[in-house]
């Protein structure tokens, strides 16, 4: 079995959101789901809160029935598992759990607020994109309610840049495809990164180029079966490009983490955060350099 799928877990429309994806990605990637919740350590707890054994210890049973309750929403022929922790943020010990059991991807949910079917960043989502050394996956509003959990992935496009990354976005996607045997579709970024001053036909030249060697590298890497091609994203902006876009049920998208992310870490940058937006889909962040389970 290859490297399991975590989600971090929370007794909300968003924790939902976030095994209904984490139940799709395992099952398409024919792997195992550990469901995970985080709850405060001592310190972290106010200070009226006496710091008893008793208390942690109702914590630790009250994390247990969420969990119980959210692992009966996971199709019964999948592996699963689930796990209270306790850590000073919950973003940390969710990448404590994913190091532990080396996790290929890490599923959380968005907040509610924004568009339906859209994301639309919380406090613990945002710190993850912030500090994690695993792929993490962003389950749009509404997945719980909206996607069948048996809904293969249907299509995967990788949002392939120039920027540093680029090499380890290709590759992780291209593996999540092999396993998954989805078809992949590649939309190059390179006219949002391109400098200042560069005309219409300059960057179409550009972004033509880039897209031919991407192609050609995707094609090297997958297995025969597997289509795969480029698409042209029209629009003056981010945003308007993916807003342009057409979008295939089960359909994930790969980006990768800002230049300013350390090695092997995520930051999530300006461009994934402007396609975050307009995204109905969910969002699969990559650090810059590709991290293996046993790393």
């Known amino acids: 079995m290859t490297a399991p799928v975590v989600v971090g877990y929370t007794a909300t429309d968003a924790g939902g959101d976030a095994v209904a994806l984490g139940a799709r990605l395992a099952r398409a990637l024919g792997t195992g789901l550990h469901l995970v919740i985080v709850l405060p350590n001592e310190g972290t707890r106010s200070a009226a809160v006496a710091p008893e054994r008793a208390y942690e210890d109702h914590l630790r049973a009250q994390g247990k029935r969420w969990l119980q309750d959210a692992m009966t929403s996971v199709p019964s022929d999948l592996e699963r598992h689930g796990h209270v922790r306790f850590a000073d943020s919950y973003a940390e010990g969710l990448i404590a759990a994913g190091e532990e059991f080396g996790a290929r991807l890490i599923v959380v949910g968005t907040a509610r607020g924004g568009l339906f079917g859209r ?22 509003a509404g997945t719980a309610q909206e996607v069948d959990l048996r809904l293969p992935i249907g299509r995967i496009t990788i949002a392939v840049g120039s920027r540093p990354g680029a090499e380890a976005l290709l590759e992780e996607g291209t593996a999540l495809a092999a396993d998954s045997r989805s078809d992949v579709r590649l939309v190059s970024l390179v006219p949002f990164d391109a400098p200042p001053g560069l005309d219409t036909g300059e960057l179409r030249q550009v972004g033509a180029k880039h897209g031919e060697g991407v192609l050609a590298a995707a094609r090297a890497a997958l297995p025969q079966g597997i289509a795969v091609e480029t698409a042209h994203a029209p629009g003056d902006s981010v945003e308007d490009a993916v807003a342009h876009l057409d979008w295939l049920p089960g359909e994930v998208v790969l980006v990768g983490s800002s230049r300013l992310a350390q090695p092997r870490r995520l ?26 389970p046993t790393d």
């Open 119 to 140: 994301h639309t960043l919380g406090s613990v989502a945002s710190e993850l994109l912030h500090s994690s050394t695993i792929p993490v996956a962003l389950a749009p």
């Open 267 to 292: 930051f999530l940058g300006s461009t994934a955060a402007k396609m975050l937006h307009e995204l109905p889909v969910p969002m699969i962040v990559v650090p810059r350099s590709r991290r293996t």
